[in-house]
Nanobody, 122 residues
Framework: QVQLVESGGGLVQAGGSLRLSCAAS????????VGWFRQAPGKEREFVAA????????TYTDSVKGRFTISRDNGKNMVYLQMNSLKPEDTAVYYC???????????????WGQGTQVTVSS
């Protein structure tokens, strides 16, 4: 059974940093791409970042480029999202998801975590 568990969320002031972690179960984790998505109150879930199987290729939504960094450690079955220079508009529940390709399309991801809340105060 595949499980993804996010952690590292919390309350931070604008300009601060947080590092989200996504822990995955299963021996085949290193065979899949991973994406981070977020959903703010009253809004649809949106793509944030994705990373390829070996971590060589990454992609970001424009609003987080230069501030967020996605990385992975296949030996530990972990994916991270380092978030710097946080803004109030980054407030959302953040989800990690596993899929065959590092795409922005939600439907490409078959397994999702439960999410972790990130709140950025102004």
């Amino acid at each position: 059974q595949v499980q993804l568990v996010e952690s590292g969320g919390g309350l931070v002031q604008a300009g601060g940093s947080l590092r989200l972690s996504c822990a995955a179960s299963g021996r085949t984790f290193s065979s899949y791409a991973v994406g981070w998505f977020r959903q703010a109150p009253g809004k649809e879930r949106e793509f944030v970042a994705a990373i390829s199987i070996r971590g060589i290729w990454t992609t970001y939504t424009d609003s987080v480029k230069g501030r967020f960094t996605i990385s992975r450690d296949n030996g530990k079955n972990m994916v991270y999202l380092q978030m710097n220079s946080l803004k109030p508009e980054d407030t959302a529940v953040y989800y990690c998801a596993r899929g065959p390709l590092p795409t922005r399309a939600e439907y490409e991801y078959g397994y999702w975590g439960q999410g972790t809340q990130v709140t950025v105060s102004s």
